[in-house]
């Protein structure tokens, strides 16, 4: 679905991801932006227990909104 939906104007970031492998192949593949979890617009977690952590330290906006240039 990355493929997809990833691009060279989003940002990302994996979690769980410890070798770099996932993050390497979507960034070469995407040409999307790696990020800070509290900036990136899309977020892959992989591996369980981490999806709490995960959603309080996210960004909290919409996506198609920011696009659209709304709040």
Avoid: C, W
Avoid at 31 to 48: E, H, K, M, N, Q
Avoid at 52 to 57: F, G, I, T, W
């Amino acid at each position: 679905m990355a493929l997809t939906l990833f691009d060279n104007e989003v940002s990302f970031h994996v979690v769980g991801d410890e070798d770099n492998r996932l993050q390497e192949f979507l960034r070469l593949h995407t040409l999307a932006r790696v990020s800070l979890l509290d900036t990136a617009d899309f977020i892959i977690v992989r591996g369980p227990g981490k999806r709490d952590v995960v959603l309080s330290e996210a960004k909290k906006e919409s996506f198609y909104f920011r696009k659209k240039g709304q709040p």
